[in-house]
């Protein structure tokens, strides 16, 4: 929450609402949270506790599988949500034979055991879909450390300017560049912006490996880095030598990100030449010279930039020099020669990198794919006693799911006690136990069955 409030305007609220939390709100905009040591050891300490209670459930989920435990009592049975019993005319043994055959025919594995004069069965299917529960809780761990690795390795620039005609390396150790082949917008007949297109070319280490062409909704990706289109503006083509020639600077600077001091409707703009410890600023024409006319006090013309150079480092301190370019006139200034060769316009890009998302994407098959489990194969199972005690040559038969406030598993043993109906030739009385007993017949045994 944190994290996503900074982006927000909600600090700043909170610091006009109470001043006194003004030094408090600056910090929240300049923490960057999710790319922060204590994110990442959150994350890391849910990791840890996720794995350690999987590991803690694994035992007793492989015994569920592979040894489950095969005797019951009456009283599960009889205290169970729904239940069956019925007197056959049959003995123990043909009718435990007629017993796993129907329920093998519904794919239940059968397990049986003898207790004095009762056989108890334990019957299951689907019990391999009880190991869906581990690729989901790794998804959840997987989800974490694709955080983890996100929030180390990954970056987001959200203001990634690329002038026409200009390539600009993206940083960050990913060794990506990019050049904007053209760029290209539309109006509307009020004057507000259509759409607007970067037609882009990405490098890799030099070598071209993608072109796209981008708008508002439709980014470019390359492996985990994505370009966004956000915004766009003006941009000023320079080009600057020394008095001997020598190109010192030939590329277009991007005016609006900074405004004249003295005009705030003067786009400006700013090179340095560390090679000169120097540094231009580049002030172009007033935007909208009805707004405050008196603060234009350069009257540029279209055509016309105006350039102040100040020096750098040991030079910081000296005396400014500036002068009025015209387009395509190259002038000498404080020792270079300084050309504005045309006017031109960038694109304004945000760039993100999350190397966590092939983590991100392994986690989603993971999770759906032990969700698809777990719900369309649920591990359905069914305790029975089946008793020879009264009669010689009669079997009472008592069987119970353990579907507990499960519909779907109660809906399924009311099937399996039909199909037991129509195999045995006896009619089985199913209880259902809501706030009191219910008792009710099931449907009639089929003769024809």
């Known amino acids: 929450l944190i994290g996503t409030l900074r982006g927000s305007?909600?600090?700043?609220?909170?610091?006009?609402?109470?001043?006194?939390?003004e030094g408090i709100v600056d910090r929240w905009y300049g923490w960057d949270v999710f790319h922060s040591m204590p994110f990442m050891l959150i994350l890391a300490i849910l990791t840890i506790a996720i794995t350690v209670c999987t590991l803690n459930r694994a035992p007793g989920i492989w015994r569920t599988i592979n040894e489950p435990t095969i005797s019951t009592t009456r009283g599960f049975i009889r205290n169970a949500d729904v239940s069956a019993n019925a007197t056959i005319a049959q003995p123990v043994e043909s009718s435990l034979d007629a017993f796993t055959t129907s329920l093998k025919k519904k794919r239940y594995r059968?397990?049986?055991?003898?207790?004095?004069?009762?056989?108890?069965?334990?019957?299951?299917?689907?019990?391999?879909?009880?190991?869906?529960?581990?690729?989901?809780?790794?998804?959840?761990?997987?989800?974490?450390?694709?955080?983890?690795?996100?929030?180390?390795?990954?970056?987001?620039?959200?203001?990634?300017?690329?002038?026409?005609?200009?390539?600009?390396?993206?940083g960050h150790g990913t060794g990506l560049s990019v050049k904007l082949d053209q760029f290209s917008d539309s109006w509307r007949e009020d004057g507000t912006a259509a759409s607007y297109r970067s037609d882009l070319v990405l490098y890799e280490n030099g070598e071209e490996v993608k072109r796209d062409s981008i708008t508002v909704n439709n980014p470019m990706s390359y492996g985990t880095t994505t370009f966004y289109q956000t915004s766009y503006g003006q941009a000023a083509q320079m080009r600057i030598t020394d008095l001997d020639g020598n190109v010192l600077y030939e590329d277009a600077t991007e005016l609006g990100i900074y405004r004249s001091s003295t005009n705030p409707d003067a786009p400006a703009g700013i090179i340095t030449l560390p090679q000169s410890n120097l540094r231009l600023n580049v002030i172009a024409p007033d935007e909208d010279r009805a707004n405050a006319p008196m603060l234009d006090t350069l009257n540029l013309e279209s055509g016309q930039m105006y350039v102040q150079i100040?020096?750098?480092?040991?030079?910081?301190?000296?005396?400014?020099?500036?002068?009025?370019?015209?387009?395509?006139?190259?002038?000498?200034?404080?020792?270079?020669?300084?050309?504005?060769?045309?006017?031109?316009?960038?694109?304004?890009?945000?760039?993100?990198?999350?190397?966590?998302?092939?983590?991100?994407w392994a986690a989603s098959f993971l999770l759906v794919g032990g969700l698809f489990a777990t719900f369309y194969f649920p591990h359905r199972r069914i305790r029975a006693i089946l008793d020879r005690s009264g009669e010689p040559g009669v079997t009472q038969i008592a069987l119970a799911p353990l579907a507990k406030r499960d519909w779907?598993?109660?809906?399924?043993?009311?099937?399996?006690?039909?199909?037991?109906?129509?195999?045995?030739?006896?009619?089985?009385?199913?209880?259902?136990?809501?706030?009191?007993?219910?008792?009710?017949?099931?449907?009639?045994?089929?003769?024809?069955?």
């Open 408 to 449: 779907s598993g109660q809906k399924d043993f009311r099937g399996v006690v039909e199909d037991l109906q129509r195999r045995l030739q006896t009619d089985f009385v199913v209880n259902e136990r809501a706030s009191t007993y219910l008792e009710r017949p099931a449907k009639p045994a089929s003769n024809s069955a």
């Open 110 to 170: 059968v397990l049986s055991e003898e207790h004095g004069d009762a056989v108890h069965v334990y019957a299951d299917k689907n019990r391999w879909a009880k190991l869906a529960t581990f690729p989901f809780h790794l998804a959840l761990i997987l989800i974490l450390i694709g955080g983890i690795v996100g929030a180390r390795y990954g970056f987001k620039e959200n203001e990634f300017i690329i002038p026409e005609g200009s390539v600009r390396d993206v």
């Open 9 to 21: 305007s909600v600090p700043r609220w909170i610091a006009d609402a109470i001043p006194a939390t």
């Open 310 to 360: 100040r020096g750098t480092g040991p030079d910081a301190g000296a005396e400014m020099q500036d002068a009025v370019l015209v387009q395509g006139v190259p002038q000498e200034i404080n020792g270079i020669v300084v050309e504005f060769q045309r006017e031109t316009r960038f694109t304004l890009l945000q760039v993100a990198s999350n190397p966590g998302i092939p983590i991100f």
